[in-house]
């Protein structure tokens, strides 16, 4: 599913990490000609997302996000890139990561969001530091709903205009550690 340079791989898409270089290409609308922008791309979410992420980058050193970046979602047979996902934050102190995501208007209704967010959520249970996942996202989304909901996600809070989901899993090695201190 991920390969050594933390690309992750779905049945229909590439879902590729961003460097700090990647970031500040996006954010003065600099696309790379072999993985050109699907019309509608990027989102007035995406800048905003690659804008907190590049706050947290160095260009020093492209490793410094690790993991916790920006990740274009490239339509494979096309090569084109057709959303993304970000981390808007590493796993806080609970161990739990802030995530969103988007996709170009006239690639939507086709499951790749949720295709997306399902490899992410698989991808991020495998890491020792995470313990959670959350999103939030506008009432007036039913889409992102749906697609929070489908990667197992589910609402902590509601405060009226948005909805907070979170989706928590405890590690098989705390749990055996908590059984044998009983």
Known sequence: MTDPHGTLRTPRLT???MVPADLDALLHGLQDPDRPWAAGYPLD????AAQVVDGRASLDDP???G???QYQLVLDGE???IGDFTFLSP???DR???ITFAIAPERRGNGYATEAVRAIVAWARGRRELRGLR???DLVNPASHSVLRAAGLAVVHDDGDRQVYELRWERPERIARAIAAD
């Open 15 to 17: 879902v590729r990490p």
């Open 45 to 48: 979410e995406t800048l905003i």
């Open 63 to 65: 490793d410094a996000l």
């Open 67 to 69: 993991p916790w970046t």
């Open 79 to 81: 090569g084109v890139v």
């Open 91 to 93: 796993p806080d102190r």
């Open 96 to 98: 739990v990561a802030l």
């Open 135 to 137: 999103a939030d996202t």
